[in-house]
């Protein structure tokens, strides 16, 4: 056999392998059972356990807004996908508006809806866009 079809007959020995699926399954399993596909599997464990853990825990959050002239303050949000009258907020008689929310650690848009007409939180200077509007962003830590 002459020298030169050999590398072509490699070639097409593995396109018919990769079409009939075996050759990438074969090379996947023979990786995943070397010592660095063991131990990529067992890092790729271990980070789930721990984003488990992180998810699983939810905080109690105040928000509040202080205002003396409206009738009715919502909180609208990622967290309770921006319905406008999901979360009402309540007023106590030094004028302020406040709800405790349950969230997970991780990053929120929000602001309030204030009378109608939606409103970012003045004592949160983090912002982002949302539908062409401005909204306050809150990042929710986790516990340790």
């Known amino acids: 056999m002459n020298k030169k079809f050999i590398p072509y007959i490699g070639f097409i020995i593995g396109i018919i392998l990769l079409l009939s699926g075996g050759g990438l399954l074969y090379l996947k399993e023979k990786y995943l059972k070397s010592a660095r596909g063991t131990a990529y599997l067992a890092k790729k464990k271990e980070k789930e356990k721990k984003v488990n853990v992180v998810v699983s825990k939810t905080r109690n959050i105040e928000f509040m807004y202080r205002n ?3 009738k009715k303050v919502y909180l609208i949000g990622d967290f309770n996908k921006w319905q406008k ?3 009402p907020m309540t007023k106590d008689k030094n004028h302020k508006w406040t709800v405790m929310l349950k969230l997970r650690p991780g990053k929120y848009k929000y ?3 204030v009378d109608g007409k939606w409103k970012n939180d003045p004592n ?3 912002t982002t866009r949302y539908k062409n509007r401005k909204v306050s962003i809150l ?3 986790p516990l340790k």
Do not use: Q
């Open 68 to 70: 003396s002239k409206p």
């Open 85 to 87: 009258t999901a979360t």
């Open 111 to 113: 602001c309030f809806l």
């Open 124 to 126: 949160n200077r983090e």
């Open 139 to 141: 990042i929710v830590k």
